[in-house]
């Protein structure tokens, strides 16, 4: 009986084995890998590694190239890989994507890959700015760069970072803000769109030495136990004479990390400022008044010209213009701009009318849009009485700071020969021009916290908004020159007992335009009398930074940063000798949204 079965299920398994065998399933398995996205080098190894696991047990296991149930085949694109997952990327100069994948040897269909970018070293060259290096490299698919330098291998500071172009390709990055004659490392960060970095190798790079310019001596102090508000310092500096000093940057310890030269004689720049994209905005004029020879450029990095327009090309497109009032003719442009964030840019130009036989000089404010056509202008002959005379006729106006008022899209001016901030209606450019309020002596607010007339500002320079919101109830700060500073009913300046004539101080005003107060909160008188210039900021840390063009003594600027208090405290200072600073600021590094 037993041999009957036996021979029965001999014969059964064949039958099984025969029509059954050749179609059995495939081994419950999943395999995975680790990591699943990765950077290397061109030429360099990194390693993949994979798992295969039961998906009936969930039991997972290292996987390895042998034959048993964790057996996996590796493959890739491109470069070569081993038994264990070892990817080698191929050697060059050019930037790869690379796949490598795991199959199981006991079920083809358990298969997982990784994708690896394979980046090719970055170079690094010079331009044509002895403190500017060029850094180029150019990872394959979509990613964004930034480089990272400093003085040593722990870098320290970083450029911006800039995407490169759609699904990869060479990225070049300048690089700024390095000293003179001095060696830096510097490495570019890949930053890919599926979250992996990739560190490029080390590189450095020698600076040159600075163009031969007449820079201005400077020396910085800071206030033992004070630390200053990070960034570096924009110097816009001015003397009246061919020689003055190109517009520089410097870092905190008055080290110029950077400069411009024009190359237009007998000019000054007043101002510079960075734009949103990385280039530098500068306005260069010079002449027995505002505006004459004047010429507007933006350059990048390395001082190579983007645009500029100049007084004569200024004023063919306003005769080419269908904007009303446009179709004058201006002296050309000077003193300050403000750039929108819809790409216009707002300038100050002079213009001049014969009244009574007396040739007046006023100012306009003039709409350029993203092509530098003018769009909307604003006359101040139109809306100013110019019978109205404070200071230095026939110099009417001298209008020098102009701010853009983000909340309701109107304008705030100041002009320094009227003592006053006019407020205009701008509105993004479809305002009429109608003047709003004027702030200051004589204007349309009640001072509050101090003494009318005395503690209005005078020939007024650098104003800023310190709040977020810029309309309705608002502060602002400004430098207040005090040139021709009014005094109550019976006071003598300078008599005893009495206060000084010329003294400047640091007014920051709380605005309610709709009860029309302005309310000192914070008036410091600064150290010296500074008769022209200045501007004035609060930073990020709270402190003030205020620039007093012609603090002294002799040819001499002063830039303070102080304490925001009633006992206000100098944490740093930066007497700028040789020249006069029209304006100093703080501003966080030379890439726009970099703190340094």
Sequence with gaps: MRLRLCLACSVLCVIICLTGCGNQAPLPLSVSVSPQSTATAAGQTVQVKATVTNTKTGVALPATASSGPQGVTWSTTEGT??????????????????????????????VA??????????????????????????????????????????????????PTPPSGGT??????????????????????????????QDQTF?????????????????????????GVELLDVVNGASTAAPPAVTDLSGNVLWSYNPGI?????????????????????????????????????????????????????????????????????????????????????????????????????IDLDQNHKPVWLWNEFDHLDVNRRPMLFPDWTHTNAVIYSADDGNLIVSMR????????????????????????????????GGTDPTDWFYAQHGPSFTTTNTSGKFSL??????????????????TSGEPACLYSTVPLLQIDEGAKTATIEFNPTAPTY?????????????????????????????????TQDNNAQIVWHMVVAGQFAYRGQRIPSLYPGVQW
Aim: aromatic residues 8%; charged residues 10%; hydrophobic residues 40%.
């Design 206 to 230: 020698l600076t040159g030495a600075m163009p031969t310019q007449q820079f201005p001596v400077i020396t910085v102090t800071t206030t033992p136990g004070t630390t200053p508000q990070s």
């Design 113 to 162: 890959s990784a994708t690896i970018h394979v980046v090719a070293p970055g170079q690094v060259s010079q331009t044509a700015n002895p403190q500017v290096a060029l850094y180029s490299i150019a990872p394959a698919g979509t990613a964004s760069v930034s480089i990272q330098f400093g003085s040593d291998t722990t870098y320290g500071l970083t450029t911006w970072s800039q």
């Design 477 to 494: 700060i400004l430098f207040d020159n005090g040139n021709d500073r009014v005094f109550p009913s019976g006071v003598t300046c300078g």
């Design 530 to 562: 500074s008769g022209f210039g200045g501007n004035v900021a609060v930073l990020k840390n709270g402190n003030v930074e205020y620039c007093e063009s012609a603090g002294g003594p002799g040819v001499a600027g002063d830039i303070y940063e102080i």
């Design 417 to 448: 020969h009227q003592n006053w901030l006019v407020k205009i209606d701008y509105a993004n450019g479809s305002g009429a021009g109608d003047i709003i309020w004027k702030l200051g002596y004589q204007g349309d607010f009640t001072l509050v």
């Design 265 to 365: 004689s007998g000019v000054e720049a007043n101002p510079i400022k960075l734009l949103a994209n990385g280039h530098f905005l500068i306005n260069f004029s010079n002449g027995a008044y505002d505006g004459v020879n004047s010429t507007l450029q933006e350059v990048d990095l390395t001082g190579a010209l983007v645009w500029q327009m100049t007084a004569a090309a200024l004023n063919s497109a306003l005769a080419a213009a269908t904007c009303s009032g446009c179709n004058i003719t201006v002296v050309g442009t000077h003193h300050d701009f403000a750039a929108l964030p819809n790409g216009h840019l707002i300038v100050i130009a002079a213009t001049q009318q014969i009244i009574s036989g007396t040739t007046v000089t006023g100012d306009v404010i």
């Design 171 to 200: 990225s070049s990055l300048l690089v700024a803000g390095m000293k003179a004659n001095t060696t830096y490392h510097m490495r570019a960060v890949v930053q890919f769109a599926d979250g992996i970095q990739y560190l490029d």
């Design 81 to 110: 890989v081993d038994d264990n997952g070892n990817f080698t990327a191929p050697s060059g100069t050019t930037s790869s994507t690379a796949v490598v994948t795991a199959t199981s040897r006991n079920n083809p269909a358990a």
